[in-house]
């Protein structure tokens, strides 16, 4: 109901599965329309992005005319996931291991294309850094002092320089937005006064690890139930640095069952289902006002 309340379960309905067969392609949840499907393959599966426990593909529809109602994303063989777009982010992976996946659209029939070509993905390490100190892009440049600044490659380097004449004001209102085991994303305003920011750098326990040119930054490769202490100093566009923000302290949240970090630990490469006991059903409290489904 409305309020979330359930009826009586209704007459209990026993169904025996067919035999499996050299014909039987079936995929649970998906009738295949039988014959030769009309849809073709998705193409050009690529990965867009890859962390130490998330990857992001993208794929290019099927040529062809046949209406596309979605695609079902698998793993091994194995069905994970369903999208009506032509990109999907896997999160909760193991840091350092190889997946493999394969991308099969569906038409509005239910019909299922062939599989796309596969795709392996390796998500990135969790170095020795890593478990003393949030992780962050590192320069291509190999040459680079693992205690000098690290700056992710999406961004422009605002490194700056301490400058006691700066007239930029610290970076205000420093804020977490989304802690997880694994990640949080840090949000702040912008100084006070005129002065030009180019850019603003991120520091852990007062060592630069990032920079970015956006009031928004989120680090990954944390360790679960672990606390770490962060600030940001705004850059002027002559590269002086502002003041340090107000430190602010984060505990990351610890694994349990509902933390989709799990996933990582079971090898589960697909969404996790974080609901109530019995997936796709929330249970209101209270006496149910409605009648139990008839005729199953």
Known sequence: GVGDELSPPSKEISVTTSSLDVTDMGTPGITNGGGQTSIGKPERVKVKDVQPTMVDLSWKAPEGDAEVAG??????GDEIASTKKTRFTIEGLSPDTTY????????????????????????????????????????????VDPGEPRVSDLVTDVSGSDNSG???GK??????RKVQSTMVTLTWKAPNGDAEVAGYN???????????KQRKFTI???????????SIRAVGVGDE???PSKEISVTTSSLDATDPAVASAQTN?????????????TKGGGQTSIGKPERV
């Open 171 to 176: 970076p205000l209102r420093v804020v977490a």
């Open 241 to 243: 640095l502002s003041p």
């Open 202 to 212: 991120i520091y852990y326990d007062g060592d630069k690890i990032a920079s970015t």
């Open 71 to 76: 695609y079902n994303i698998y793993y091994n």
């Open 100 to 143: 493999t996946y394969t991308i099969r659209a569906f038409g509005v029939g239910d019909e299922l294309s062939p599989p796309s070509k596969e795709i392996s993905v390796t998500t990135s390490s969790l170095d020795v850094i890593d478990s003393a100190e949030p992780s962050a892009p590192i320069n291509d440049d190999e040459s």
């Open 269 to 281: 490469p697909g969404p996790v289902n974080s609901g109530s006991s019995t997936p796709g059903i």
């Open 166 to 168: 700066s007239t930029i």
């Open 220 to 230: 990954e490769g944390l360790s679960p139930g672990t606390a770490y202490k962060y």
